[in-house]
């Protein structure tokens, strides 16, 4: 069965580094997103994308962060310079159409920045 | 703003009883919610989607029913046994916009 693939499973970057956490989507999927949760709190919406372009972005979403899908079949988050509090579970998750409960999700990048 | 509450937070019970998990929200004219698995430092698995026309969904054990009108899913598990020990977590769409908006979960233990 076709599934999301999120590498690496665990990230561990110093504060101020650049990450670049990968996603490989399902292949005729169009739409994409990124989740992520911090330990012990809500799955937060962070992005979604769709015909090479952000749709909707949340307030979490600031300069920091941008979203690229590079080569057509990669979906990535980049992070330009962590900080502690970047440390989260992010989830990569991809779908056929717009309706966001439809998508199918990876099994997550734990990123920890020390 | 759709916002999404899930109560008990925590839930301890006993191999074989059956039990239910609440869920509510805010902004009822949703497309169809879904309930989602979580195990401990893991990914998320989709259990159930139940579409805004249904009331109810069924997977084995799993029974999910939807009210739009109260704001109201219910997640039932019937004869929980100690795999079933997870966090499970509720997510609906918001009226605009493409997207989910999760509830905190409820863990849930099942004592064999």
């Known amino acids: 069965e076709p599934e999301v693939t999120q590498t690496p499973s665990h990230q561990v970057t110093q504060m101020g580094q650049e990450v670049i956490l990968r996603c490989v989507p399902i292949?005729?999927?169009?739409?994409f997103y990124w989740y992520r949760q911090i330990l012990g709190q809500k799955v937060e919406f962070l992005v979604s994308f769709y015909n090479n372009e952000i749709s909707e972005k949340s307030e979490i979403f600031d300069d920091q962060f941008s979203v690229e899908r590079p080569d057509g079949s990669n979906f990535t988050l980049k992070i330009r310079s962590t900080k502690l509090e970047d440390s989260a579970m992010y989830f990569c998750?991809?779908?056929?159409?717009?309706?966001?409960?439809?998508?199918?999700f990876g099994q997550g990048t734990r990123l920890t920045v020390v | 703003k759709q916002e999404v509450t899930q109560i008990p937070a925590a839930l301890s019970v006993p191999e074989g009883e059956n039990l239910v998990l609440n869920c509510s929200f805010t902004d009822s004219a949703i497309y169809n919610l879904q309930w989602f698995r979580q195990d401990p430092g893991k990914g998320l698995t989709s259990l159930l989607l139940?579409?805004?026309?249904?009331r109810e969904q069924t997977s084995g054990r799993l029974n999910a029913s939807l009210d739009k009108s109260s704001g109201r899913s219910t997640l039932y598990i019937a004869a929980s046994q100690p795999g079933d020990s997870a966090t499970y977590l509720c997510a609906a769409p918001p009226e605009y916009g493409n997207k989910l908006v999760f509830g905190a979960g409820t863990i849930l233990r099942v004592k064999s």
């Open positions: 998750a991809s779908g056929t159409n717009h309706f966001a409960t439809e998508a199918f």
């Open positions: 292949s005729n999927h169009l739409y």
């Open positions: 139940i579409q805004s026309s249904q």
